[in-house]
């Protein structure tokens, strides 16, 4: 045996980074050209959404605390512009996984508004037949694999659909939607480094909302931002203002249709933040309501689009609240629905355990 | 003295007073402070929520962030740390939120923190007390509400407590922590507002001795955690008929008192055990395959084990009540073991 | 036709049939292949290992990397995957490793994949069989020789199968990919090498049946696994003290097979369970339980579970040895309940 | 609410990145200077030190293919001057956590050798009375927290030793070992993030041998290097050639040092590569047995020093002779007091699983 210690392979001893190529830390919000690509169609059908997602959840809000919901209840409201611009690009093919906050991309992903409202009801009407509850709204029709309870539950579920659609030779791709404070989960770590070996057709979107329940991320995260975990991956991150619903269709586009090309994985970070508190009941005393981050927990995605839309001339003010009105109508429908469906039979106690 | 306290406030009054008397002792868990770096609380030395359901609020802004550690969603990882804590002369008192989680952080305790000691042959010692919750009840469905106090009980090398009442949990925490073993603490999130006395001082109750909470002559029912108010309740019921039940805490699961069990065997011939777990292999099970053992010449009628079913626990209320084992069901075993008392 | 085959023949025969037969069964896991994106072995289109005991060897060359993935040391991340691609149409057959690392795995079968399809309703399928290795005797010491399909099978919505014979295994194995269930395939470490008559042909054994491997009419034993073998030579060794003992091989620990066991007890009125897992909250607590009630009257003696110590596996050949079940133990046991039946 | 987008706080819209300060991707060796900081005395010890290792691992190959030695028995021959270069700068007051390729490290932090040959041998005078055998050899006393079957076991066990020392306000520092196939464990990230946030005094030593078993870490990890996974955790990462113990020494060194200052832990690469199979009986077919992967298999890291040694005046030729006698005769009567030793007395099998 030689005693030269210099020589290594050079495939080890020469190793390129491209982190600067892979990261883009700025964070995005729509850019000019964004509005191109919204049809005022598309357009109406995102803030349709938004709404739809906005007053679900202020109406779980309200028959949580009226007793009528039992359970956690996690709310997405103030970060609507991510499940809908997001799942705006998605058909019922694409799958996404979601999270205990996931009701907002149960309803972008085409999730019935009332069987989830039956659902977190625990009615026998519910998606789940008033089985799962809040925390776990699914249907696989639509490509819905799951509201889950498990902080990290996503990962794995979200790379192996990725993985029959690469076998399958399928376009359909699939979105992993997780929190800042998943991100701190082990299996986050497996899920992404594997999805960049196989180059899965996925994408990685954390909502960084600056909370995991009472922490932080500046605090758990070591980190400053999501998106540069990236590198450890090899693949592309980005950020984007989670706000700016237009300004997610646009970044979260190039990303699926990167994967639906078969060129891999994104991670793509979206800077937002809850309206509420993490789950009803909650004082949130470690939030800040005064300075930057009360600004910032003041900018409604709503109004957001609204502004943008109107100035863009994507829609009128009047279709606007039309399709608020309408958003109002459908979610109240969907409640008087859940409220009116029987219980589960005792029976249903013991099914769907095993399949045949 | 003693005073009527929360079962939430005792456990609380046990962290503390195991803190206050060892600086070794040192909590970590997801948010069992809250608010770590939020400056406006920071300035204010002040947490904010004290774990999910406040049982440990108030001991960061005593004993220090140190002591208190917020750690970042990172099951496998602050569960190792614990070990690594505690295997270097700490005494940690991990907090796995739901028990349902256990899943993610199993290796730490199965593969390491269980077996250590053994394959180091006896020089290391591992002395930490993982806190985590369980139990249906709350409507938190299926990945927030089961009972897996038996797993945990079959892993040697794991103790394993589940008190029943605020009295049992100060002093059970305090032994456990005391405990030179890796100690799994069980709290069922529904007894958190029950009530009891608790003494103010410091005592430890023995882990891995039941408590014979009613005695009783014709029919012992063993329960565990809040089991115990249904075996109670079924005791009440019994009376009327004559039929004396004797009624025994289990407490630890894990080691669980054979003898105590087994002398009452053999005074009343019969055996309930109401366990809220899934019904197999879990520790009713155990006591059902022992007793059946060491006790079968005493017993006049089969075993019954009542337990919840074989399935996840579900969300809506109605299959929820469904799921936990009740008087009634009790009462519908007890018919057929104790037919020849009434009669 | 049928062959003498060894039982990791056995096994890798019916994931071969399996595979041919059905597009959507893939194998992942560590190694299962071996030398991904070795540029000599690709040249080849070779495999390395084909799995830590070649178990899986021959697949990949046969059948490509997209169905014979080897994957990175993640195991919650990849067992999750496997849940992933059940639920949306395939046949994924996950290895881990060895059983002992399930702690690493949990929560993608706990949390994930056997609550799937209950919490939504019944809407999702999960049919995946995960592979994975037991068992004590080749000196693999306290992490690698654990038996823990009795942890596994307390969980609602896994099925559970120990094949005890080449036979038996590929039989088993067949049906476990059939099952739209998630299904945990425990093969033991120390039965690779053994041979039985396996037919060539595709075949299935229904999972939950056990399979009476002796007839016998005075003690019933009740073997997991390889306890199988120590079942039947003391069913030998007491023929010769006339003492006809009938021996089940239970094959599926979850759901097991009441209706045989408890059949074969009515008829010999005496019990031993074989278990090689550790003694409590396990299968053969959970058989003496079921019986203790169901067959209480038919009972003539304490029922017995001869299970492994409550310690973890000892690395020395000596202890190791120990701690395994084996004739003498079992018949020390039995000593105490066929007295009668010798004298 | 307002509909300002744009209005993010400062700490979430700008975030700098320092990926070129934290991440140094060259391969280091030692540098001129690292000479200086070598005593004659240190380079002794270190040699002899390695040669202890190598002898070791080649009297376990023989006992084992011998059939004296049971179970699986993972060499590190090959990779000495990691494990030597690491632990020079160690007392017994510091902790290492260790691998299944253990032996190494643990002579290396000072495991005696008689003990631990008696525990791979399955006997009672062996460090854990023979119950544990290769994979778990520990030392409590010494710092050894413990060999780990379990691949990635040591990094939460490591974690908490540096919480211990951090809250003792002791300079003693971990350094926790581990492979190129542990760094996809997920809780690795955890681990490695958690040391970042809390300023732990730990060095994640990552020993990059090609291979976890028979799949190269080329294939298994997104990233190029593991060094360069330091970028999601804001620490800094480093690569040394693992086959240079002078190298190790310096780049350990300095990595240590900034643990014991309280300054936080270092993910530290060491590139190198394992004389034998994966374990005892493999076949290697996934090695190349030539071209560059073969020179680096062949280039042995006790030569190398040897040369450094002699050239840069530390030691003679005859120095390291007899230093390499000493070794093998130190290795031999470990061997004979394993042989010799009892197997452990059937009680010992309840032993030892609580303490009082
Ligand atoms: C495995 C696991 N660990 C912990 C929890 C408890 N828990 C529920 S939500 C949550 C915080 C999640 O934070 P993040 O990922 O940022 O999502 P967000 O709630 O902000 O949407 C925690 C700790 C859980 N449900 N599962
Ligand atoms: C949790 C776990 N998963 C898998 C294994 C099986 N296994 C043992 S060593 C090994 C490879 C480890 O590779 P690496 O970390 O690179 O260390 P090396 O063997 O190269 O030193 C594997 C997969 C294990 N022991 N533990
Ligand atoms: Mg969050
Ligand atoms: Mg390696």
Not at chain 1, 14 to 23: A, H, N, P, Q, R
Not at chain 1, 36 to 52: F, H
Not at chain 1, 202 to 220: C, D, K, L, R
Request: charged share 25%; net charge negative.
């Amino acid at each position: 045996m030689s005693g030269k210690a210099q020589r290594m392979p050079e495939s080890v001893s020469k190793v390129e980074t491209s982190f600067k190529e892979l990261v883009d830390l700025e964070v995005r919000t729509a850019t000019d050209t964004a509005v191109k690509n919204l049809t005022s169609d598309k357009a109406k059908d995102m803030y349709k959404n938004m709404e739809d997602i906005r007053n679900f959840e202020e109406n779980a809000k309200r028959y949580f605390a009226a007793g009528e919901i039992p359970g956690f209840v996690h709310l997405y409201a103030g970060e609507e512009a991510i499940a809908t611009g997001v799942c705006a690009h998605l058909t019922d093919e694409d799958y996404i996984t979601s999270t205990h906050r996931g009701h907002g991309h149960c309803v972008a992903k085409g999730g019935d508004l009332k069987g989830m409202m039956a659902e977190i009801f625990g009615k026998a009407t519910g998606l789940g037949k008033g089985k799962g509850g809040s925390m776990h709204i699914a249907d696989i029709d639509k490509g819905i694999l799951g509201a889950n309870g498990m902080v990290g539950g996503g990962f794995g579920i979200a790379t192996g659909a990725a993985i029959r659609n690469k076998y399958k030779k399928s376009d359909r791709v699939v979105v992993c939607f997780f929190g800042d404070g998943a991100a701190n989960e082990g299996v986050f770590h497996e899920c992404l480094n594997m999805a960049s070996i196989w180059k899965l057709p996925i994408v990685f979107v954390n909502e960084n909302n600056f909370f995991a329940e009472a922490t932080p991320q500046w605090y758990s995260s070591a980190s400053n931002t999501i998106a540069e975990r990236a590198v450890a991956y090899n693949m592309p991150g980005v950020r984007v203002n989670g706000k700016d619903v237009a300004g997610v269709y646009e970044t979260a586009g190039e990303a699926i249709e990167r994967a639906r090309k078969g060129e891999g994985p994104t991670l793509i970070e979206c800077v937002t933040y809850r309206n509420h508190g993490h789950f009803e009941g909650d004082e949130q005393t470690y939030k800040a309501d005064f300075g930057e981050e009360k600004e910032w927990a003041d900018v409604d995605p709503l109004n957001v689009f609204r502004e943008y839309a109107i100035e863009n001339g994507l829609v009128t003010e009047e279709e606007l609240d039309k399709l608020r009105e309408e958003s109002i109508k459908d979610v109240e429908e969907a409640v008087k629905f859940a409220q009116e469906s029987p219980e589960p039979e005792p029976e249903a106690l013991y099914e769907d355990v095993f399949a045949d | 003295m003693s005073k009527e306290k929360l079962f939430m406030q005792a456990i609380n009054e046990a962290l503390d007073q195991a803190m206050e008397k060892d600086e070794d002792v040192i909590l970590l868990g997801e948010d069992i402070a809250g608010g770590a770096n939020v400056k406006h609380l920071e300035e204010k030395n002040e947490d904010s929520w004290g774990g999910t359901m406040g049982i440990t609020r108030g001991l960061m802004p005593k004993y220090g962030r140190e002591r208190v550690i917020d750690t970042p969603i990172s099951e496998m990882g602050y569960m190792g740390a614990a070990v690594g804590m505690a295997v270097t002369g700490l005494r940690p008192v991990p907090e796995l939120m739901f028990n349902d989680f256990i899943g993610f952080a199993l290796d730490s305790i199965l593969g390491q923190g269980s077996k250590m000691r053994y394959m180091f042959g006896g020089k290391a010692t591992v002395p930490m007390t993982v806190r985590t919750m369980h139990g249906a009840g709350a409507s938190a469905a299926a990945q927030h509400s089961g009972s897996y106090y038996g797993m945990l009980g079959s892993i040697p090398g794991v103790k394993v407590v589940v008190p029943a009442t605020p009295y049992d949990a100060k002093g059970l925490m305090l032994s456990a922590i005391e405990d030179n073993n890796l100690v799994m603490f069980f709290e069922d999130k529904t007894l958190y507002g029950t009530k009891g006395d608790v003494p103010d001082e410091y005592y430890t109750i023995p882990i891995g001795e039941a408590a014979i909470k009613r005695g009783g002559e014709d029919l012992t029912i063993v329960t565990i955690g809040k089991m115990l108010f249904v075996g109670l309740e079924v005791a009440e019921i019994l009376e009327k008929d004559n039929v004396s039940v004797e009624v025994i805490d289990l407490r630890t699961v894990a080691p669980w008192d054979q003898e105590t069990v087994i002398e009452s065997v053999k005074k009343t011939g019969r055996l309930i055990v109401i366990d809220e777990a899934n019904p197999h292999n879990n520790t009713a099970t155990d006591i059902a395959s022992v007793v059946s053992d060491r006790a079968f010449d005493y017993l006049d009628g089969p075993i019954k084990c009542v337990c919840a079913p074989n399935t996840p626990v579900p969300f809506a209320a109605n299959l929820e009540k469904l799921y936990i084992p009740n008087a009634d069901k009790v009462l519908r075993e007890a018919a057929e073991i104790i037919d020849d008392l009434k009669a």
